[in-house]
């Protein structure tokens, strides 16, 4: 958890957007440090969030394990933001968990 802390820190001091972004993870953000990517797995089905960007080692493997989220954005050139202005959706995904009942894209 520190070097996660200490690398958001250190992103935050060359981010031109950096107030909004410290709001933001001060109000709703925050990390998850799994031990090993079957703990990721299941930490993020358990959280079934609306937006889920996986950035790691062979990142569609991990995907395709994934069951519970409202979209799922895979790899380095993939944004969320394409999600919610740019494909589409706009705004209609599962939110607050819902994804552990309702399909997301």
Same mark, same amino acid.
């Given at each position: 958890?520190?070097?996660v ?6 992103q ?5 957007t950096?107030e909004?972004?410290?709001a ?6 925050? %990390?998850?440090v799994a =031990? /090993? ?6 930490l993020?089905?358990?959280? #079934? &969030?609306e937006?889920v960007?996986?950035h790691t080692?062979? %990142?569609?493997l991990? =995907? /395709?394990r994934l ?7 895979i790899? #380095? &050139?993939?944004a ?16 607050g ?5 309702f399909?997301?894209?």
């Amino acid at each position: 958890p520190a070097r996660v802390a200490a690398e958001l820190d250190a992103q935050l001091r060359t981010l031109p957007t950096a107030e909004t972004a410290r709001a933001a993870l001060e109000r709703n953000g925050f %990390a998850v440090v799994a =031990a /090993d990517v079957n703990e990721l797995v299941a930490l993020a089905d358990r959280i #079934a &969030a609306e937006h889920v960007e996986v950035h790691t080692e062979h %990142a569609q493997l991990v =995907a /395709d394990r994934l069951a519970h989220y409202g979209a799922v954005f895979i790899g #380095a &050139a993939s944004a969320e933001v394409f999600g919610d202005y740019g494909l589409g959706p706009n705004h209609t995904l599962p939110t607050g968990g819902t994804a552990r009942a309702f399909a997301g894209l």
